[in-house]
């Protein structure tokens, strides 16, 4: 049964646009909210988190949005570089302290 | 630093063997965690240690599975014996932090049961 969902397994996006990708969670009682992005061959590195105490954290292109009646955020990039192009996962943790990832998201961004 | 160290990079196997996967932590680090990545269910927590400790073991799948840290820049993650359904690619990760922000990942151990 899977908590965190990332119900697209892939996404491509033209250079300079805005890149979304979604995140799902099932778990009511997840307070703090992952991105990590992998490239090929290479292990996942933190992107950005945000808290359940808020809605909305940003970082230079990438902010994350936190919706937590629908149990649903996001990760906008904008604009878009070739250099996004990775795979991304969304991760949530809750009292246990476990980190739980979703399966993750491919963006391709192209020129 | 050279980073989170992972060995091997790629093990092939046929099912019944043992398989042993090594993870050298950044040096300072106290916390290791043991994660396997599948197309099915993305990455999952097997185990994590802390001052080599381990903390929480509830991910690992089965007995099959263990984890050990010998020492404090160390740790080996046995399977024995591997079964195909084991075929994933495994990632270790060190932490110097309670933040789940601070974990720096190895490159992983692509692992192929036949």
């Known amino acids: 049964d899977q908590q965190v969902k990332q119900n697209s397994p892939s996404l491509s996006v033209q250079e300079g646009r805005i890149s979304i990708l979604n995140c799902d969670y099932t778990n009511s009682m997840f307070d703090y909210f992952l991105w990590y992005k992998k490239y090929p061959a290479e292990g996942p590195t933190f992107l950005i988190s945000i808290s359940s105490i808020k809605d909305k954290n940003e970082d230079g292109r990438f902010t994350v949005f936190l919706n937590k009646s629908a149990k649903h955020l996001s990760l906008h990039i904008v604009p878009s570089q070739p250099g996004d192009s990775a795979v991304y996962f969304c991760a949530a943790m809750g009292n246990t302290d476990k980190l739980i990832f979703g399966t993750g998201t491919r963006l391709q961004v192209f020129p | 630093d050279a980073g989170v160290i992972q060995s091997p990079r790629h093990e092939v196997t046929e099912m019944g063997q043992e398989v042993t996967l090594r993870c050298k932590l950044i040096s300072g680090h106290n916390s290791l965690f043991w994660y396997r990545q599948t197309m099915m269910r993305g990455l999952e927590l097997l185990i994590y240690?802390?001052?080599?400790?381990?903390?929480?073991d509830s991910g690992m799948p089965e007995d099959r599975f263990s984890a050990k840290m010998p020492n404090a820049s160390f740790s080996t993650l046995k399977i024995q014996p591997s079964e195909p359904r084991d075929s994933a690619v495994y990632f270790c990760?060190?932490?110097?932090?309670?933040?789940?922000?601070?974990?720096?990942f190895g490159p992983g151990t692509r692992l192929l049961v036949l």
């Open positions: 990760a060190s932490s110097s932090g309670t933040g789940w922000e601070t974990q720096y």
């Open positions: 240690f802390n001052n080599n400790v381990p903390i929480d």
